[in-house]
């Protein structure tokens, strides 16, 4: 029969994984907003480059679907590097080619603090 004692010792060791794991889950919902402030910084910003509304341009629709062309691409860098301070290459447009993954790929740059500019 078990030592009832090695029960409670396996529950606490649990317990006590789950407490450790409760920060990084609560960092999480602010990782996520922060990237869709992001997200919602360009997509203004394509929007007025467009001409277009807002809620025209889907965060998750290829550059190239938005009529991103090279010289709104171009556009959207320098005005990334000046509002967020992060210097984008070219290629990573093409990585990352609509504005949701690319606001991922300027908060992995710039970790927390882009969202707050």
């Known amino acids: 029969m078990p030592d009832s004692r090695e029960n409670l010792t396996t529950r606490d060791d649990a317990a006590t994984r789950d407490d450790a794991a409760t920060p990084d889950d609560a960092a999480a919902p602010d990782d996520a907003a922060a990237r869709a402030s992001i997200a919602q910084w360009c997509r203004d910003h394509v929007a007025d480059i467009l001409e277009q509304p807002v809620s025209e341009i ?60």
């Open 58 to 117: 889907d965060l998750d629709a290829d550059f190239d679907r938005l009529g991103v062309d090279s010289a709104v691409a171009v556009s959207l860098l320098i005005a990334v590097e000046d509002h967020y301070g992060v210097d984008v290459a070219p290629e990573a447009l093409f990585e990352n080619p609509t504005l949701n993954a690319l606001a991922a790929y300027l908060y992995d740059q710039g970790a927390p603090d882009l969202a707050q500019r």
